[in-house]
């Protein structure tokens, strides 16, 4: 009996050419696949690191603070207490990091009827955008200008950090009723927990424009380290002594 034998099918060069190329690059698909899978893999254990990091410098940096202005806070709620009547700290609803809500803790800087009052003062508005200031407010106390101007008045929120809430430097948190108005940039300043100070606090605070202010956080939330944070901290002594930008 005859066997029939296959057939050899020969390829052309040009199709074995193809063949080679195609194979080279996939081996280089492959590795740069595995480029990408390595550098996301160091993204995640960076952000990780950094958020621990930064987490242990504000827990312990907001005990030390809370221990040494311990009586400069209670010689502030004393004063609030004897000048106006109402509680001496003032609770409201911020937004911090993706959108979540918390209340965020001040000493009264205002009388008590001073959210009422806002809407007779919406006109007198002194700041762009989606924020409300007013360099001389009919609102402020007494004491909390000078506690607003100390930035005594923010001390209550060591106490935000150490709950988590905040941090001691990111983005300033902002009211629902403002980020409501925000646009799409914008939106971007709720990528990073709330912030004691910032880059823009040491930058001029309520002197800059809020485009300037948006601009200035999502360059802190794109760069930020710890490094950062301790230089943004070590700046910001300085800018609270001088009260640059502080009403």
Known sequence: MNVVKPKSHHLDNKTERMLTIFAERRFQRTRANQRLRLALSWWVIRTKLLSRLKRVLDVTVAVIAIILTSPIMLM????????SPGPVIFKQVRVGKDGEHFYC?????????????LRELQAKNEADGPVFKMK????????GRVIRKLSIDELPQLFNVLKGEMSLVGPRPALPSEVAKYTYEQIGRLHA???????QQVSGRSDLDFKRWVELDLQYI????IWKDIEILLRTIPAVLLGRGAY
């Open 76 to 83: 502030t709620a004393l004063l609030i207490k004897l000048e």
């Open 105 to 117: 803790y001040k000493f009264r800087s205002m009388y008590v009827d001073a959210e009422q009052r």
């Open 136 to 143: 001389r407010d009919p609102r402020v106390t007494r004491v």
């Open 193 to 199: 927990i709330p912030g004691i100070t910032g880059l």
């Open 222 to 225: 794109a760069e930020q380290s």
